[in-house]
């Protein structure tokens, strides 16, 4: 048994896919009104509003990532005791979380991303 996907024309968020030979009439039909077969090409490739969102969660998940260190440095100082890290790197990890806040402004974005790099 082989599946063939298909979709509609007029509505391509909902593949269908059938089976050959056992459902070759639902087959015919799809071909008969001028549905489009998309077995080779299936899975679809990612939408630009998909890619634009998995950048933004990976986006949001590195910064949450340093956000920590941030807090960290900012109640050590507010303490008034010694920090974990210097000033110079501090202002490293904020140059770097801003970085990344303006990856969606990137001319590439979202199919090609220049992620920063962390601080070490």
Known sequence: MTARIFINPS?????????EPK??????????VGWKEITDTWPLPPTTAELATTARYKRDDLINAVQRRIDRYNSQVAAGTSTNDSAAMFTKIL?????????????GFPSSINWPVVPA
């Open 11 to 19: 509505d391509t968020s909902a593949p269908y896919g059938y089976d």
């Open 23 to 32: 459902q070759q009439d639902l087959i015919d039909a799809a071909i008969k």
């Open 95 to 107: 140059t770097y979380t801003q970085a990344l806040r303006d990856v969606p402004k990137q001319s």
